[in-house]
T-cell receptor, first 112, second 117 residues
Framework: AQSVTQPDIHITVSEGASLELRCNYS??????LFWYVQSPGQGLQLLLK??????LVQGIKGFEAEFKRSQSSFNLRKPSVHWSDAAEYFC??????????FGQGTRLTINP | KAGVTQTPRYLIKTRGQQVTLSCSPI?????VSWYQQTPGQGLQFLFE???????NKGNFPGRFSGRQFSNSRSEMNVSTLELGDSALYLC????????????????FGPGTRLTVL
């Protein structure tokens, strides 16, 4: 069965520091992978996606993610976080875009 | 281009009642999916509609149902509400069918916050 694990429920980083959010997936075929961000009271906004090709994908707001098939991982990174990045981040996997399976989310807090 | 809209944004119901939530997809999008988000279970897929037909269904009881109209707008209905149905219900739309390899992407609405008392 498909599953996504985000090992870190809550992460706190200082503004300007680098960030890495972990995501591990279990999927029987070549996965489509996504990272979404959710601000309080809001829906989900797509940060980036991986379907095939270059394993390092660039997204919006300065985020990037690297697909590592050997580790079944799709970690999200940002070199320097801003206070506005505080939100909840969700990793998701699916074949095509429908019926996505989401991780439990990682809540990001930014210290000034 | 307008995004996915959901109405109402907030709803309070009592146990045993039923509720209908509405979702208008992005113009030109024909696929609409519904998700339930709760603190305990996270984001869970409910069902997906394409061209007025339910294509995929998640693991939810029959009290949860939906439909899609010819203009791609979708409604979700929950009958005989239970306390555990309190959640944020998110709707997402995408342009194409994704049965085969596809670069389709889902775009989410702001959600409807349902509280069951």
């Amino acid at each position: 069965a498909q599953s996504v694990t985000q090992p870190d429920i809550h992460i706190t980083v200082s503004e300007g520091a680098s960030l890495e959010l972990r995501c591990n997936y279990s999927y029987g075929a070549t996965p489509y992978l996504f990272w979404y961000v959710q601000s309080p009271g809001q829906g989900l906004q797509l940060l980036l996606k991986y379907f095939s090709g270059d394993t390092l994908v660039q997204g919006i707001k300065g985020f990037e993610a690297e697909f590592k098939r050997s580790q079944s991982s799709f970690n999200l990174r940002k070199p320097s976080v801003h206070w506005s990045d505080a939100a909840e981040y969700f990793c998701a996997v699916g074949k095509g875009a429908q019926k996505l399976v989401f991780g439990q989310g990682t809540r990001l807090t930014i210290n000034p | 281009k307008a995004g996915v809209t959901q109405t109402p944004r907030y709803l309070i119901k009592t146990r045993g009642q039923q509720v209908t939530l509405s979702c208008s997809p992005i113009s030109g999008h024909r696929s609409v999916s519904w998700y339930q988000q709760t603190p305990g279970q996270g984001l869970q897929f409910l069902f997906e509609y394409f061209s007025e037909t339910q294509r995929n269904k998640g693991n939810f009881p029959g009290r949860f149902s939906g439909r899609q109209f010819s203009n791609s707008r979708s409604e979700m209905n929950v009958s005989t509400l239970e306390l555990g149905d309190s959640a944020l219900y998110l709707c997402a739309s995408s342009k194409l069918r994704a049965e085969r390899a596809s670069t389709d992407t889902q775009y989410f609405g702001p959600g409807t916050r349902l509280t069951v008392l």
